[in-house]
């Protein structure tokens, strides 16, 4: 019986131990070893094998580079890995195979810019600690996934991807942040006159709208902006039909807000380009607008929330509330749970304010739950304008269904929000240098990007990154 030997020993410490262990056997070991190979080669040579091995297809062992970014390697497995993500993130399950493929592009030129990113941050001595990216990475763990680490470790493996590839990006963040505070942040200046006139403007501006939003932001060279644009429209369609918006803006967004989910925070329309502000003005908190034209790329805007300037928000508003729920038995028929909503109904109307409900729920054999902390703006929408409209002591109307059950919130009482105050000097000089050093990192990705020598698979000589 022969023993093989089906990997080489010397790939980890300990097969190199074991090599160390064959070498010092006695003589007689050798030759039982060497006699064991004469048999070995008879097997061989009974399969009558040629001398010249000529292979006719790819070895499947082999991972192939995707793109070689000066000389260093993006796989086509960190590309599936960093697709993956993408992809738990939309909520539409029928992803078309074509636009897995455009998917795969745009991760691809992602990874790239992200590899610029840190090799740029490398050459000028910046880098990340494991502990850093370690830290990082539990903290989003814990605040996105609402899990322990080992728990993020099993989701990121059953969905494709790895928690090596979520830490690659989070390195690469990182080290692309740092790389702007020391190269480009110290070079921003913001005079105390811009200061003052903003802050003039934001005065005269109180009791207008301001507004809450998220951005995707695409570069488009000037022959390849209609490829650009259509990258962008498909961006939007899968958003329209369950992406996620934060996931996207950090895949693909080229602004600095990428890190963040897209978010721009709170702005005033006047802040904005005019091509953005005009579609903006038009938009309702939830609602998705672009690709929008705009000097050097596409922007695809999304209104996460709307407020007026210093004032107060209606909906930071705090309620005392009182809900009266009735559930059905499994056991009761339709036409049963029809009858007992319209008794429902009737009785809510007559209830005389919040000191009525107990006695009025034991007599319809509902429950009621008291809270009186409930901000406007955590309701559901369709609720949050009927909890506005109402006088204290007054119900909403009942909600719910046939099979859940209906139910209906008394408002007990509501403390209207404070006026929001003007943001402090050093707020306004902190919004207006990050403006100014998101423009300025666009710049810097575009010059490492045009510096760049990418080698990609398909193609037969090095191209230039323009």
Known sequence: MSIRFTSPLWKSSAGLLAACAVLAVPVYAQQQ?????????????????????????ENPNVRRATAKVNGQVITGTDVDQRLALVLAANDN??????????LRQQVLSNLIDETLQIQEAKAQEISISAEEIAQTYARVATQNFGQDVKAMDAYLRQIGSSPQSLKRQIEGELAWQRLL??????????SSDEVNELIERLEAAKGTEEYRLGEIYLSAPGDNR????????????????????VAYARQFSEASTAAVGGDLGWIRLGQLPPELAAVA?????????????????????YLIDKRQVLGADPRDSVLSLKQISLDFPSTMGQADRAKLVEKFNAAVTSIKGCGDAESAAEALGASVVANDQVRVRTLPDALQRLMLDLNVGQATPAFGSLEEGVRVLLLCGRDAPP????????????????????KRAQRYLRDLRRDAVIQYDSATELSQLN
């Open 181 to 190: 505070r020391r190269n480009v942040q110290p070079f921003i200046n913001v």
């Open 93 to 102: 399950p029928n992803v078309s195979a074509e636009e897995i493929q455009r």
């Open 281 to 301: 003005r038009e938009l309702q908190p939830g609602q998705l607008v672009g690709p929008i034209e705009v000097p050097g790329g596409f922007d695809i805007l």
């Open 33 to 57: 070893q060497e006699a064991q190979a004469e048999v070995i080669a008879d097997d061989a040579s009974s399969l009558n094998l040629p001398e010249t091995v000529t292979l006719l297809g």
């Open 226 to 245: 209609a490829a650009v644009a259509e990258n962008a429209r498909k961006i939007v369609e899968q958003i329209r039909q369950g992406g996620s918006f």
């Open 419 to 438: 006026d929001q105050g003007l943001p402090n000097r050093e707020q306004i000089m902190a919004q207006l240098e990050d403006e100014r050093v998101n």
